[in-house]
């Protein structure tokens, strides 16, 4: 029999001083912790769902030597770690390989959604109502290339280095909230820090930066018209593109004009809505069915540096367009 959810259980039962009430306080923070730790979405909120179903099941046993948030954190840490031993691999395509040229442009066989890092709607784990400068900093911290990279972290380290780093603890709570010591944890935040030099990519610009917010626009308009010279205009020589669940990606202005009026011709006509992900910018890509009519295609995530593209991913699930809030077509 399948023991039910913490969702179904709020529903039945009163828990001990509004226990539900305080822990929901949390979810949207502990969300974006285990989404760090295990680079999929959907793990991400099975790991909260299962982090409240264990503090409901052990709140008596509360002793509040330390505090609710703190205490969540330790039960969701061991939740991560149960499920990080799993077989999978988050990764990207451009860590599967080197790029293709386009005339060599195979697709392939789709790979399975534990393969690569998943997206996550900004609001789902930052609370986009902070204070700017930190929610700025929070963006950092979920952009694509530093949560793929933190998989390359033993899991201690990852998870040290989000709560000292990125959460911003002391390190005798992280000790404490870990089962271990204050010279355990600097010395794993330490060998993180190390390790994520070597992987480091540049600082994408920033999202509410007006000229950021021109250039969306420039491309927004030449998507939708499918003025492929406008487009390349807007990239920089080094843009990467990436459509899992293929493994294949393209590198280079002209590589990527070549797909668009190639084997991605079918994305002209297409409509784009913006969203906020990964902390930065993105779009819900609906192509065009029928007269009149749109229907999720993939959700695309721009990068920005520089005043210039340089990522340009496509990720084919438009199953996950209800995720970010976007509705299931469009009509004229």
Known sequence: MTPPSYDALMSITTLPSDASGTFEIHRRELTGYCYRMLGGRSEAEDAVQE???RAWRSIDG???RSSVRSWLYRIAHHVC???HRSPQRRARPMEMGPSTATADAVLGEKLPESAWLQPIADHRVLALDGDPAEVAAERESIRLAFVAALQHLPAKQRSVLILCEVLKLQAAEVAELL???VASVNSALQRA???LSGLESEHLDPVVD???EALLAQYVEAFERYDIDRLVALLRDDVVLSMPPYDMWLEGPQDLAAWFL??????KGAR???VFVNGTAGFGNYRLTAPGRWEPFAIQIIEVAGGRIVGHHNYLYPEWFAEFGLPDHLED
């Open 81 to 83: 770690i149960d499920m």
């Open 62 to 64: 509360f002793e509040g």
């Open 210 to 212: 007006p000229e950021h």
């Open 272 to 274: 784009l809505l913006p």
């Open 262 to 267: 190639g084997q991605g011709i079918g994305c």
């Open 51 to 53: 982090t409240m179903l």
């Open 193 to 195: 820090r190390a390790t």
């Open 179 to 181: 089962d271990t010591t």
